[in-house]
Nanobody, 119 residues
Framework: QVQLVESGGGLVQAGGSLRLSCAASGRTFSGDAMAWFRQAPGKERESVAR????????YYADSVKGRFTISRDNAKNTVYLQMNSLKPEDTAVYFCAADLGSTRRYDYWGQGTQVTVSS
């Protein structure tokens, strides 16, 4: 069974940092692009960051550029999101997703982890 499981969310003060992890099981995702999305209450799900299969190409939403860093460890079948200088507007449920074959469509999703940033 293929699963993506996020962890590392929690409550943090504005200006603080948090590191999210997404552990994959059931198959290897070394040939696939991976991404982080987030959804705040009353808002649509939005793309936050994306990383290519090799890890050489990374893309970020303008709202998080310079503050968030996506990375991956293919040996561990895990993708990470390092979040620095957090703002209250970063509060959301964060999801990881896998794009099999880098088709720009997401085939698998995690259950999400809550990130809350207090002012």
């Amino acid at each position: 069974q293929v699963q993506l499981v996020e962890s590392g969310g929690g409550l943090v003060q504005a200006g603080g940092s948090l590191r999210l992890s997404c552990a994959a099981s059931g198959r290897t995702f070394s040939g696939d692009a991976m991404a982080w999305f987030r959804q705040a209450p009353g808002k649509e799900r939005e793309s936050v960051a994306r990383i290519s299969a090799s890890g050489l190409s990374k893309y970020y939403a303008d709202s998080v550029k310079g503050r968030f860093t996506i990375s991956r460890d293919n040996a561990k079948n895990t993708v990470y999101l390092q979040m620095n200088s957090l703002k209250p507007e970063d509060t959301a449920v964060y999801f990881c997703a896998a794009d099999l074959g880098s088709t720009r469509r997401y085939d698998y999703w995690g259950q999400g982890t809550q990130v809350t940033v207090s002012s």
